[in-house]
């Protein structure tokens, strides 16, 4: 959150500006064309095992029931909701108040809602066998897509592409209305939804497999931390052996995009576990709670509201400065901060 809503900002300005030497730094703070992964390509991944490691934690007391019961399905049922939801306001055009502008399918909280629902089900209703047989058909399923139509990656003719266009069609993101009221697919636009929530499901998954692992009394501190890190390391290393034949692509979730993904996930997770969890670094990251705790609020905030015209008013003196719309950035960056500062406290939790 805090590279997504305050560090990308400012650097992505800094760079701008300041172009000579820095094009290494703007490359990262970008998504990757098509083939590749860069720092900005983890954000989204990150989004969604994140959402993963909560579960065990939060499911926990449904899992012990010998049934679960109705609050459980209208926990999972409202929070999917409420993701779409804030996801059409987001990214779907929901605002716009036209039937024509409407993308009911594009958004990071929308693929977090559909994995979310897979993982938190199959935690509460099957053991982790179950729960990794189910991952890996998810996975499989996937691949075969792709192998079907002999893994053709191209950005607009994929089969990913093609069930999105036929099932969204209009309402896909990224169609463009010509003057005669006729439309087009943007050529420009290449995420892709419906099939890849299949590997949006998996990176869940791989999220709700770190949390069973940290929330685990089977294994000291030290030890998970340890477990995480291998897990990690095996899966980039999956990732890698994998990629020449399926690609690293983020923008269609690529099979190897997701194991690769999913393996810097639990490396991070590792890290940051053994930083404060083993060596105690609690009050070195507690400030970041201010973002962790208010994640959503954070996103939707930082995606909708613009605050320039609040910075510009306060600060048009320093607009002749080369490093003006840097300026601007990191007061825009710090007002969404001070918003979230003052929310954690008072104690103000906006959850989903």
Request: proline share 3%.
């Amino acid at each position: 959150m805090f590279l997504l809503l305050f560090l990308g900002p400012v650097l992505r300005a800094f760079c701008e500006v300041f172009p000579d030497g820095t094009a290494w730094l703007s490359t990262q703070l970008q998504h990757s064309a098509w083939e590749g992964f860069v720092l900005w390509d983890i954000i989204m991944p990150l989004f969604l095992f994140m959402s993963g490691i909560t579960i065990p934690f939060s499911m926990a007391k449904y899992k012990t029931l010998a049934r679960p019961d109705g609050i459980f399905y209208r926990k999972i049922l409202k929070r999917f909701c409420l993701l779409f939801l804030l996801g059409w306001i987001v990214q779907g055009s929901l605002l716009d108040f036209s039937w024509k502008m409407f993308h009911p399918y594009a958004n990071t909280l929308q693929s977090i809602a559909v994995g979310y629902v897979v993982a938190a089900l199959l935690f509460v209703h099957c053991k982790p066998g179950w729960q990794v047989v189910v991952t890996v058909l998810l996975f499989a399923a996937y691949w075969a897509a792709f192998a079907c139509t002999g893994m053709n990656l191209d950005p607009q003719d994929n089969i990913a592409m093609t069930v999105d266009k036929a099932v969204l069609g209009v309402h896909r993101d990224g169609v463009k209305f010509l003057e005669d009221g006729s439309w087009r697919f943007r050529t420009g636009y290449q995420y892709t939804w419906i099939l890849s929530s299949l590997n949006f499901a998996v990176t869940v998954l791989l999220g709700c497999f770190a949390g069973q692992m940290l929330r685990s009394g089977k294994h000291s501190r030290p030890k998970r931390a340890l477990l995480l890190a291998l897990t990690g390391a095996a899966l980039v290393a999956a990732g890698l052996a994998i990629s020449p034949i399926f690609p690293i692509v983020k923008k269609i979730w690529s099979s190897s995009m997701t194991l690769y993904s999913g393996g810097i996930c639990f490396l991070l997770a590792a890290l940051s576990y053994y930083l404060v969890d083993v060596r105690g670094w609690h009050k070195a990251a507690g400030w970041l709670k201010i973002y962790g705790m208010n994640a959503i609020t954070a996103y939707c905030i930082g995606e909708v509201v613009n605050f320039s015209s609040v910075s510009e008013s306060l600060l048009h003196g320093f607009s002749a400065l080369a490093c003006y719309p840097v300026i601007i950035a990191f007061a825009n960056a710090s007002i969404l901060l001070a918003i979230l500062a003052l929310m954690y406290k008072n104690k103000i939790f906006l959850k989903v």
